[in-house]
């Protein structure tokens, strides 16, 4: 963050200019902060003096600024407690969010500041792009969501903070992401109950944070917590960095996924603690190319693809690696769960390195999911082919190993290379290792040793049959 003197001095002239032109027009209150040689913008409230931050901002500005464009410029602070935010986690700061969101948006390189040691009450809010490139949301502080599950916006019951159509977006820093989800998991009875309220808690429940259509995301450092539900979301989005992140909410919030991807391409997650009430990482359709390394996962459900193809619906997922993951106490490891009935393909996925601690269940593929009591048998499947598990080592709980393939399209080439798995001390009725319908190679060592019959071989014809599925994913 260094710049030579002769570009500061510029700077400062060019600010002056700027500033005595505009003086008339807007009421702007900019100071510079020499020790740091940063600049902290000031607003009043009036919404339409953030409609050009540009025009008055002493840092190098975009398309009306021709002659600055070629500098890097980030140099510009937006810190929301200069947007009339309060920081004491009772008033709405909201507004100030979204001011300072909007005013940063159209500076390259500015940074949004959430300063440590405030706590902002932000209500459900859509941070909108497209943005100027490199623009980066520097939480130190904590973001609370409102707590109150009853009086949620009707409008917005599928996320907290949404960011929609965002580019070369990074959000980093020390602080926290606070969901204050407690009343959304106590079942609305319970908190009827409790409570004595006449209201109801939504069936729908908010995800705290949700990128959607967006692309070249950083997620870095942060702390997301104590979602209603899901806690990290991507939609249709594209190029997700995820690194050094911790998600947590209790073992008993119900649904609370760590991170969700759908329809997203070109993932990296790495080196993070995720422990909530379901999956670590969920990988749902329309994923492809999707690299999740080096995270501690649990409790929780583990890594899972699906639930796929629900009402008998497409479902395409493809060249997943999952690899160096520490488990530890959850439901399942590493999983593919597709619903009977639906269509489309599963393929070259690989889960690897995955050390596991009393796992109920690690090595899964259940191809009859069902989250009724019973559904029923269904003809036509999500086609699973390409499966590698190698390196499975560590205790299980209940079963070691659970491949329940289609009846009517059996999995094929499902490699299992070194799985080592003794039952932990903890074992709570122990099941052998049930094999349906599938096909592939094992390679020792491999405990249980009766996992050595647990794949058939060939399946060539099966082999054509599941291609001829692909075309759904094309
Ligand atoms: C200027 O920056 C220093 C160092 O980061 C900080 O301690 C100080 O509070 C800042 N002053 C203002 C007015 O922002
Ligand atoms: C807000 O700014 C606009 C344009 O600069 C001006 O016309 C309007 O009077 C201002 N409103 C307030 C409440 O200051
Ligand atoms: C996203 O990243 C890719 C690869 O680094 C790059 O080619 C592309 O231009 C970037 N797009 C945006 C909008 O930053
Ligand atoms: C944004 O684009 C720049 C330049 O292409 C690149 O260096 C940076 O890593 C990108 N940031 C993200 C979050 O993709
Ligand atoms: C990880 O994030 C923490 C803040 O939450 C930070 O102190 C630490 O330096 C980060 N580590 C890396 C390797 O970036
Ligand atoms: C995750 O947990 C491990 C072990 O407790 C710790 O060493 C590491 O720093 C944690 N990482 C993050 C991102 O919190
Ligand atoms: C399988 O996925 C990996 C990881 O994304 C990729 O490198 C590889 O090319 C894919 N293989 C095929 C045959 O598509
Ligand atoms: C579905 O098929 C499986 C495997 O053939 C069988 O065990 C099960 O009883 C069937 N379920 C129903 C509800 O028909």
């Known amino acids: 963050m260094k710049r030579n003197t002769n ?44 409609a050009s931050p540009g025009s008055h901002s002493p840092a190098p500005a975009p398309a009306p600024l021709p002659h600055y464009g070629s500098h890097p410029t980030q140099f510009s602070t937006f810190d929301v407690l200069s947007f009339n935010a309060k920081g004491n986690g009772i008033w709405d700061d909201s507004k100030a969010l979204l001011a300072a969101w909007n005013a940063a948006c159209k500076v390259s390189g500015a940074t949004i500041k959430i300063p440590a040691e405030f706590k902002f009450l932000i209500k459900p809010i859509t941070l909108q792009g497209p943005c100027m490139p490199e623009i980066t949301l520097q939480i130190d502080g904590t973001l609370l969501a409102p707590p109150q599950a009853t009086s949620w916006p009707k409008f917005s019951l599928f996320q907290w903070i949404n960011f929609k159509w965002v580019q070369n977006f990074t959000i980093k820093g020390s602080g926290t992401i606070d969901g204050q989800g ?23 429940k908010p995800t705290a944070l949700r990128f959607y259509s967006s692309s070249n995301i950083t997620v870095r450092d942060i ?20 690194n050094n992140i911790t998600i947590s909410s209790p073992e008993s919030s119900p649904n609370t996924d760590g991170i969700h991807l759908q329809n997203t391409k070109d993932v990296e997650i790495q080196h993070s603690n995720i422990s909530t009430g379901d999956d670590c990482v969920s990988i749902q359709t329309g994923c492809s190319n999707v690299h999740v390394h080096n995270i501690n996962c649990g409790p929780g459900h583990g ?40 269509i489309g393909t599963v393929k070259n996925v690989s889960f690897s390195r ?22 029923k048998n269904q003809t036509g499947t999500v086609v699973i082919s390409g499966v590698k598990f190698e390196e499975i080592i560590g205790t299980y709980a209940v079963q070691p190993i659970h491949l329940a393939c289609s009846n009517d399209i059996p999995c094929t080439d499902v490699d299992l290379n070194d799985i080592q798995l003794r039952p932990s001390l903890n074992y709570r009725g122990f099941q052998q290792a049930l094999c349906w319908n599938s096909y592939g190679k094992s390679q020792a060592p491999l405990q249980p040793s009766d996992i050595d019959y647990c794949l058939r071989s060939g399946g060539g014809l099966i082999r054509r049959i599941a291609r001829s599925h692909e075309s759904v994913c094309y």
Not at 17 to 42: Q, Y
Not at 312 to 323: D, P, R, T, W
Not at 364 to 370: A, E, P, V
């Open 7 to 50: 570009f500061s001095l510029l700077s400062f002239l060019f600010f002056f200019v700027i500033v005595f032109n505009t003086f008339s027009m807007i009421s702007v209150e900019a100071r510079k902060n020499h020790s740091k040689k940063t600049k902290t913008h000031k607003y009043q409230k009036n919404k339409s003096n953030i």
């Open 354 to 375: 995955i050390h596991v601690s009393d796992v109920k269940v690690p090595v899964m593929i259940d191809q009859y999911y069902c989250d009724k009591h019973l559904c």
């Open 182 to 204: 407690s009343q959304w998991w106590s079942s609305s009875q319970i908190y009827h109950m409790q409570k004595r309220s006449s209201k109801h808690i939504p069936d729908t």
């Open 303 to 342: 890594i899972s693809l699906g639930g796929l193809g629900k009402y008998k619906s497409a479902a395409c997922v493809s060249n997943i690696v999952v690899q160096d993951i520490s488990m530890q106490n959850t439901l399942y490891g590493v999983r593919i769960k597709t619903w009977q009935g639906g």
């Open 223 to 242: 702390r997301i917590t104590n979602s209603p539900q899901c806690h990290l979301k991507f939609d249709s989005s594209k190029g997700i960095e995820v």
